[in-house]
Nanobody, 117 residues
Framework: QVQLVESGGGLVQAGDSLRLSCVVS????????MAWFRQAPGKEREFVAR????????YYTDSVKGRFTISRDNAKNTVYLQMNNLEPEDTTAYYC??????????WGQGTQVAVSS
C-alpha cells in the first residue's frame, strides 16, 4: 500500500534550522507532485510548499518564502523541506502529500516541529 513517512521534526530555538524528510513507497514517486502542509490543533490545514515531479518548479506560501526550500530525490523516493530561520509561528505538525498540483491523494502521518522564542 502507499506509505508516506515523515521525519526530522523536533524542538529548536528561533533562528535555527530543521530539514524534514518524507519517504514514499507504494507508488511511482517520480510521477507525482509533492507538497508539504502544516496544521495546528483546531486550525485549518495550511499549504506550505509544493514541487513538480522533477523538483524544477516550486511554489511557497508567502510566510515561508526565502526561509523554506522544498526539494526531492526521485532515486530515493524522498521529498525534503529545508526550514531555515525558524520562527515560533512555524510551530505545528507538518505533513507531506503526493498528488497533482491541485489535489493530493496520499498523506503522511506528520512530524511535529516546535520553535521556542
Amino acid at each position: 500500500q502507499v506509505q508516506l513517512v515523515e521525519s526530522g521534526g523536533g524542538l529548536v530555538q528561533a533562528g535555527d534550522s530543521l530539514r524534514l524528510s518524507c519517504v514514499v513507497s507504494g507508488l511511482s514517486f517520480s510521477k507525482y507532485a509533492m507538497a508539504w502542509f502544516r496544521q495546528a490543533p483546531g486550525k485549518e490545514r495550511e499549504f506550505v510548499a509544493r514541487c513538480n515531479w522533477s523538483g524544477s518548479i516550486t511554489y511557497y506560501t508567502d510566510s515561508v518564502k526565502g526561509r523554506f526550500t522544498i526539494s526531492r530525490d526521485n532515486a530515493k523516493n524522498t521529498v525534503y523541506l529545508q526550514m531555515n530561520n525558524l520562527e515560533p509561528e512555524d510551530t505545528t505538525a507538518y505533513y507531506c502529500a503526493a498528488g497533482n498540483y491541485s489535489h493530493y491523494d496520499y498523506w503522511g502521518q506528520g512530524t511535529q516541529v516546535a520553535v521556542s522564542s
